[in-house]
């Protein structure tokens, strides 16, 4: 059974950083177009960014410049660094693999705040 399991939220200060990451396990990763998503307290979900498996990558214009989605196929493991951080950027984030109706992580809190 695939899974993808989300690390590295936490409390942070604006304009800050923290480093998010997804395992996947399972034999899909190199072969799937991965992406985070987030959704911030009354809001709707947000694509945030995207990596194709060919490496191509796609940000909001709200991110864009500030984070970075990379992967590490010998870890199966994707990675979103996030940058100057902002409070606006508050939210559960989520790992995403294949799309809306593909596979999702559980999420994980990142919190900007003074």
């Known amino acids: 059974q695939v899974q993808l399991v989300e690390s590295g939220g936490g409390l942070v200060q604006p304009g800050g950083s923290l480093r998010l990451s997804c395992v996947v396990s399972g034999s899909i990763f190199s072969s799937n177009l991965m992406a985070w998503y987030r959704r911030a307290p009354g809001k709707q979900r947000e694509l945030v960014a995207v990596l194709t498996s060919g490496g191509s990558t796609n940000y909001a214009a709200s991110v864009k410049g500030r984070f970075t989605i990379s992967r590490d196929n010998a870890k199966n493991t994707v990675y979103l660094q996030m940058n100057s951080l902002k409070p606006e950027d508050t939210a559960v984030y989520y790992c995403?693999?294949?799309?809306?109706?593909?596979?999702w992580g559980q999420g994980t809190q990142v919190t900007v705040s003074s």
């Open positions: 995403n693999a294949n799309g809306p109706r593909g596979l």
